[in-house]
Antibody, heavy 122, light 106 residues
Framework: EVQLVESGGGLVQPGGSRRLSCAAS????????VHWVRQASGNGLEWVGH??????????GYSASVKGRFIISRDDSKNTAYLQMNSLKTEDTAVYYC?????????????WGQGTVVTVSS | DIQMTQSPSSLSASVGDRVTITCRAS??????LAWFQQKPGKAPKSLIY???TLQSGVPSKFSGSGSGTDFTLTISSLQPEDFATYYC????????FGGGTKVEIK
């Protein structure tokens, strides 16, 4: 069974940084692209970015709203992906989910974690 | 970037009703379209991919159709557990979600 567990959320001041983790199990993590999606309270879903597999040179892609501030990385030896968030703004406040299509490196994803809450506030 | 537009943004329906939600892409995406259901406080759940293929375990009352730019999600007979928010998502390129459709009890 695919399991994704996000952690690292919390309260951070505007301009600050935070690193989220996504620990995976139940599938071949190294063969899967990992996506991050966020949802501000009462709002819809927003794709944040993704990281591809080693076979695809760990390529990354980001939404315009976070490009240049957020960095996605992964450690296949730990079955974990990371979202490094820098220069945080109040509008980055959201639940952050990681998601995968287990075993595949794709723009499609169907397994989600439970999410971790990031609050950007002074 | 491809934009996804869902309609309606909300609807009220009764148990047993047939419900249809539409989703339009700003450019052709073939059948690279997924539908998700989300309940309050929970992560989204995948219902349909490739526009019309039901995920394993999803009841057949859900169906999807469309190709190119216009898509629909239909719930044939609404049940209490189906009251939720539904999102379409294109995955032909960098993923993009529709704004969501909240299905409420009439």
């Amino acid at each position: 069974e695919v399991q994704l567990v996000e952690s690292g959320g919390g309260l951070v001041q505007p301009g600050g940084s935070r690193r989220l983790s996504c620990a995976a199990s139940g599938f071949t993590f190294s063969g899967a692209g990992v996506h991050w999606v966020r949802q501000a309270s009462g709002n819809g879903l927003e794709w944040v970015g993704h990281i591809r597999t080693k076979a695809n040179s760990y390529a990354t892609g980001y939404s315009a709203s976070v490009k240049g501030r957020f960095i996605i990385s992964r450690d296949d030896s730990k079955n974990t992906a990371y979202l490094q968030m820098n220069s945080l703004k109040t509008e980055d406040t959201a639940v952050y989910y990681c998601a995968v299509y287990s075993g595949y490196d794709s723009f499609f994803f169907d397994d989600w974690g439970q999410g971790t809450v990031v609050t950007v506030s002074s | 970037d491809i934009q996804m537009t869902q309609s309606p943004s909300s609807l009220s329906a009764s148990v047993g009703d047939r419900v249809t939600i539409t989703c339009r892409a700003s450019q052709g995406i073939s059948n690279y379209l997924a539908w998700f259901q989300q309940k309050p406080g929970k992560a989204p759940k995948s219902l349909i991919y490739a526009a019309s293929t039901l995920q394993s375990g999803v009841p057949s009352k859900f169906s999807g159709s469309g190709s190119g730019t216009d898509f629909t999600l239909t719930i044939s007979s609404l049940q209490p557990e189906d009251f939720a928010t539904y999102y379409c998502q294109q995955y032909k390129t960098y993923p993009a979600f529709g704004g969501g459709t909240k299905v409420e009890i009439k």
